[in-house]
């Protein structure tokens, strides 16, 4: 069996912060099913700052029980057609931003979706995995610490 030195493990569930949107404490699914990543968002609108596109949302976060919101801007990266598992093709707004987990903070693209009927108000896909270098062991949650807020880590070699 090999083994690689370089990757952390991380379970099918993880606590992750978006430092650069001011979230902290969100629970994270991971998905290496999925290719791009997303978070749970409403009332998104795009407009403009300095001639470039920007998307501005409402991310929700926490639980059904104890749910949480907060108004976030980012710039818009581009708009993407995501296929989900029953078919369904939509259209979804993509933004990168730092995302800290663990002891690691790199920048990934999530796509903006409406997650109301999910569990989890963020999904983390497989190229967030790549450029974390991360190894998921599905037998295990919650693995890593919670991460640091605000995220004053090191970022990961190579992340992009």
Not at 69 to 85: G, N
Request: with cysteine; hydrophobic share 40%.
């Amino acid at each position: 069996m090999k083994t690689f030195d370089h990757l952390s493990v991380i379970g099918l569930r993880e606590w992750v912060a978006l430092p650069d949107l001011g979230v902290a404490g969100l629970r994270a699914k991971i998905d290496t099913g999925a290719s791009t990543s997303s978070l749970h968002a409403t009332d998104v609108e795009t407009f403009e700052r300095d001639g470039q596109p920007w998307v501005r949302f409402t991310a929700h976060l926490g639980t059904v029980v104890q749910l949480r919101h907060r108004r976030c801007e980012a710039p818009l990266v581009t708009r993407k057609t995501i296929k989900s598992s029953n078919g369904h093709a939509q259209v979804r707004y993509v933004i990168r931003t730092a995302l800290a987990l663990g002891d690691r903070v790199w920048e990934v693209e999530f796509t903006l979706a409406c997650r109301k009927a999910m569990r989890y108000r963020l999904l983390l896909g497989s190229k967030a995995l790549i450029h974390g270098q991360l190894v998921v062991n599905p037998g295990l949650k919650y693995v890593q610490d919670k991460p640091a807020f605000p995220a004053t880590l090191s970022p990961v070699t190579g992340a992009a």
